[in-house]
């Protein structure tokens, strides 16, 4: 196992940066999800740690050695493709024993080698079959076979759920995760889908547009988001985001927006008066997740116009317009709303964010 570094790493296509100065940690059998939405540079990144592009600047540092001229055979990093990169004529067997053959193993060594990652993924089973031959999730254990059995330091793993229909994602998700357990390797794993991320990392690193927004516990991003952006990317239904205005001072503070007035707990927010202080002339956003919000009679507090009531069948979401601005509210399955009606909302005020209007999080100051 090993640790992970990239220090200011950069990278351009021309005059596109789509990498720009990221410095990122993954730590020594870590599980670390590089996420974010299509285009933000996440796979150019790991793409760079396994030396398949060269960083246009920065460094990259495999278990305490920079490796930025070091050929993607010698970084001991294992790469899980997307598309599972399978050869179509070969047998499991040889597409997992391909990277050993190609290393010159001797043929008793390799084959003790490829039967062990097939019993790891429960694969011996289908070893004389073709990739044409096996259902989604078994090329995908194929292709995780064939990056066993190497032996990395490093696990590389580019969006490899992607092709997967959701009750397969759902199982081979735990798949991986008890393989992870199991082995211990050090592991950045690459999605879009924030369910993918906050169920299998230990950490996520959340990018846009090339920059790095926020590292942390799956847990902290989802309750103390650095900014708007990660409050909304995170999240679904996503965090409500509602434009207010502070005033007061001490302690004693409240917001003010299309959907009345509320008090402000500074202590249970975690925000300093200093700086709440500083950003009070600012327009403010308010922002609460779904489940903070609860409905009530119409009163002091905010208030609105049913506009939607979705039912799931577990739970309901309740969608209420304040002025401008809709809120969802998650409420019990049998809770009831009607469209059209006035109701009021409690607001769990000890879990919401102020963001001030550059997008930062007031309590992350």
Sequence with gaps: MAEVIVRQLTKSFGDNTVVKSVSLKADDGE??????????????????????????????????KIVNFVSPMKRNAA???????????????????????TARMAKA?????????????????????????LSGGQRQRVALARAIVRKPAVFLMDEPLSNLDAQLRQQTRLELMDLHQRLGITTIYVTHDQVEAMTMGDRIAILRDGELQQVASPLETYEQPANTFVARFMGAPPMNLVPVTVEGS????????????????????????????????????LGVRPEHLSLAAVGR???????????????????VQMGDENVVVRCSAHESASVGEQVGLNVRIAQAQLFRADGRNLRTN
């Design 250 to 285: 001490g302690l004693s503070w409240k917001a003010s927006g299309a959907g009345g007035l509320i008090d402000l707990d500074l202590n249970a927010m975690g925000i300093a008066q200093s700086i709440i202080s500083v950003h009070a002339s600012e327009t403010l956003k």
């Design 301 to 319: 507090g905010l208030s609105g116009k049913v506009r939607f009531v979705e039912r799931t069948g577990s739970e309901t979401f309740v969608t």
């Design 109 to 133: 060594e390799m084959n003790v080698a490829v039967q062990e990652a097939a019993r790891i993924l429960e694969l011996s089973h289908l070893l004389d079959r073709l990739p044409s031959q």
């Design 31 to 64: 599980f670390l999800v590089l996420l974010g939405p299509s285009g933000c540079g996440k796979s150019t990144i790991l793409r760079l740690v396994a030396g398949l592009e060269e960083p246009t600047s920065g460094e990259i540092v495999i278990d305490g």
């Design 79 to 101: 790469f899980v493709f997307q598309n599972y990169a399978l050869y179509p004529h070969m047998t499991v067997f040889k597409n997992i024993a391909f990277p050993l053959a």
